[in-house]
Protein backbone atom coordinates (compact mmCIF):
# COMPACT_ATOMS: atom_id res chain seq x y z
CA UNK A 1 0.00 0.00 0.00
CA UNK A 2 2.68 2.48 0.99
CA UNK A 3 4.85 1.58 -2.06
CA UNK A 4 1.58 2.40 -4.53
CA UNK A 5 0.85 5.81 -2.43
CA UNK A 6 4.10 6.80 -2.91
CA UNK A 7 4.47 5.79 -6.68
CA UNK A 8 1.12 8.02 -7.44
CA UNK A 9 2.48 10.81 -5.38
CA UNK A 10 5.53 10.99 -7.55
CA UNK A 11 3.63 10.40 -10.58
CA UNK A 12 1.19 13.24 -10.09
CA UNK A 13 4.11 15.77 -8.94
CA UNK A 14 5.79 14.54 -12.27
CA UNK A 15 2.93 15.22 -14.33
CA UNK A 16 2.26 18.62 -12.62
CA UNK A 17 5.73 20.10 -13.68
CA UNK A 18 5.99 22.35 -16.19
CA UNK A 19 9.82 22.07 -17.13
CA UNK A 20 10.36 22.52 -20.97
CA UNK A 21 13.87 21.83 -22.30
CA UNK A 22 15.12 24.09 -24.58
CA UNK A 23 15.00 23.44 -28.09
CA UNK A 24 18.20 22.05 -29.72
CA UNK A 25 19.83 24.67 -31.58
CA UNK A 26 23.39 24.84 -33.34
CA UNK A 27 25.35 27.42 -34.69
CA UNK A 28 26.20 26.37 -38.99
CA UNK A 29 29.82 27.46 -39.80
CA UNK A 30 29.89 28.43 -43.38
CA UNK A 31 32.59 26.87 -45.41
CA UNK A 32 33.89 28.36 -48.70
CA UNK A 33 32.09 27.34 -52.08
CA UNK A 34 33.14 24.71 -53.95
CA UNK A 35 34.90 22.65 -51.64
CA UNK A 36 32.84 20.15 -50.30
CA UNK A 37 32.20 16.78 -53.06
CA UNK A 38 28.94 15.26 -53.03
CA UNK A 39 30.24 11.40 -52.38
CA UNK A 40 28.56 10.30 -49.37
CA UNK A 41 31.50 10.40 -47.03
CA UNK A 42 32.60 13.36 -45.02
CA UNK A 43 36.34 13.23 -45.51
CA UNK A 44 36.76 17.46 -46.18
CA UNK A 45 38.24 18.97 -43.42
CA UNK A 46 35.60 21.40 -43.38
CA UNK A 47 33.63 18.68 -42.02
CA UNK A 48 35.75 19.00 -38.89
CA UNK A 49 34.28 22.27 -38.71
CA UNK A 50 30.94 21.46 -39.03
CA UNK A 51 28.21 21.64 -36.18
CA UNK A 52 27.31 18.35 -34.55
CA UNK A 53 23.49 17.43 -34.14
CA UNK A 54 22.76 14.29 -31.51
CA UNK A 55 20.25 13.81 -29.42
CA UNK A 56 17.88 12.36 -32.22
CA UNK A 57 14.69 10.65 -31.09
CA UNK A 58 11.78 8.44 -32.18
CA UNK A 59 8.47 9.90 -33.26
CA UNK A 60 6.98 7.05 -34.67
CA UNK A 61 5.08 4.83 -33.90
CA UNK A 62 5.28 6.24 -30.62
CA UNK A 63 7.44 9.57 -29.16
CA UNK A 64 8.22 7.44 -26.22
CA UNK A 65 10.26 4.84 -27.59
CA UNK A 66 14.09 4.69 -27.33
CA UNK A 67 16.23 4.88 -30.34
CA UNK A 68 17.63 1.28 -31.38
CA UNK A 69 20.32 2.77 -33.38
CA UNK A 70 22.77 5.64 -32.11
CA UNK A 71 22.73 8.52 -34.77
CA UNK A 72 24.96 11.79 -35.05
CA UNK A 73 24.80 14.52 -37.35
CA UNK A 74 26.47 17.04 -38.98
CA UNK A 75 25.79 20.81 -40.82
CA UNK A 76 27.57 23.08 -42.46
CA UNK A 77 26.92 25.66 -45.30
CA UNK A 78 28.39 27.57 -48.30
CA UNK A 79 27.04 30.28 -50.24
CA UNK A 80 25.08 28.22 -52.60
CA UNK A 81 23.94 24.71 -49.72
CA UNK A 82 23.17 23.32 -46.77
CA UNK A 83 25.01 20.12 -46.29
CA UNK A 84 23.88 17.57 -44.04
CA UNK A 85 26.15 14.35 -43.17
CA UNK A 86 24.47 11.65 -40.83
CA UNK A 87 25.96 8.85 -39.71
CA UNK A 88 24.06 6.18 -38.02
CA UNK A 89 25.53 3.23 -36.10
CA UNK A 90 23.78 -0.15 -36.62
CA UNK A 91 24.81 -3.54 -34.85
CA UNK A 92 26.41 -6.26 -37.47
CA UNK A 93 23.60 -8.08 -36.48
CA UNK A 94 20.96 -6.22 -36.79
CA UNK A 95 22.03 -5.50 -40.86
CA UNK A 96 20.32 -6.06 -43.41
CA UNK A 97 21.48 -4.89 -47.05
CA UNK A 98 20.76 -7.58 -49.81
CA UNK A 99 23.26 -7.09 -52.71
CA UNK A 100 21.06 -7.19 -55.55
Given at each position: ???C?????A?????T?Q????P??A?VP??????V?????A?EL?W???????????Y??????????????R?M?D??????F????V?QD?LY????
Open positions: MFRWTVWTLALLSAVKAAPSTHIPSGTELDGRSHNQAARLDGFSVRPRADVPPRFKAQGVKDDALYFVQVSPDAPLI
